[in-house]
T-cell receptor, first 111, second 113 residues
């Protein structure tokens, strides 16, 4: 079974803090994705990566950066957290255009 | 801008009925189509995928794809209260050699006893 894990299920941070969210997959997938999900807005793509050290901006990259130093690991960084970044963050991985496998999600609250 | 449209619902059906969930997409170059189920507070999980025109059946679920009409649907037969969830349609196409899915906002399904 494909397994995608995320470093935290719940996080509480203060405005201005730097926040790291980490995602690890164990199926040697090329593609990894970071989404945020907010009520009524659906899944919105922040960044994705199709190979080590490769990244492309999604629909809402502002205020975020990513890092992919190893194939199995994809990190999302909030350089200076703001209250409007309070959300559910979902990581996913896939092989080419096949099924995406999602991690359990990280619910982030920025105070 | 690639778009995937779903009726947000909620779609309410009685237990044992057929639930029909619909999705339209804008990109004619789309190649693969997915239905995910998401329970409240949980992450999406795959229900079915379909690549070719026609029907694909898996247990109580049938996915239907019509590329000419840019339409994909999910039928759930003998609906159960445990099917109550949000169903996300995702459409995948090629962009610069990488594969980026576009998700609809989801349809909320309620199956009442």
């Amino acid at each position: 079974d494909v397994k995608v894990t995320q470093s935290s299920r719940y996080l509480v941070k203060r405005t201005g803090e730097k926040v790291f969210l980490e995602c690890v997959q164990d199926m040697d997938h090329e593609n990894m994705f970071w989404y945020r999900q907010d009520p009524g807005l659906g899944l919105r793509l922040i960044y994705f990566s199709y190979d080590v050290k490769m990244k492309e901006k999604g629909d809402i990259p502002e205020g975020y950066s990513v890092s992919r130093e190893k194939k199995e690991r994809f990190s999302l960084i909030l350089e200076s957290a703001s209250t409007n970044q309070t959300s559910m963050y979902l990581c996913a991985s896939s092989f080419r255009q096949e099924t995406q496998y999602f991690g359990p999600g990280t619910r982030l609250l920025v105070l | 801008q690639k778009e995937v449209e779903q009726n947000s619902g909620p779609l309410s059906v009685p237990e044992g009925a057929i639930a029909s969930l619909n999705c339209t997409y804008s990109d004619r170059g789309s190649q693969s189509f997915f239905w995910y189920r998401q329970y409240s507070g949980k992450s999406p999980e795959l229900i079915m995928f379909i690549y070719s025109n026609g029907d694909k059946e898996d247990g109580r679920f049938t996915a239907q794809l019509n590329k000419a009409s840019q339409y994909v649907s999910l039928l759930i037969r003998d609906s159960q209260p445990s099917d109550s969830a949000t169903y996300l349609c995702a459409v995948n196409g090629a962009s610069g050699g990488s594969y980026i899915p576009t998700f609809g906002r989801g349809t909320s399904l309620i199956v009442h006893p």
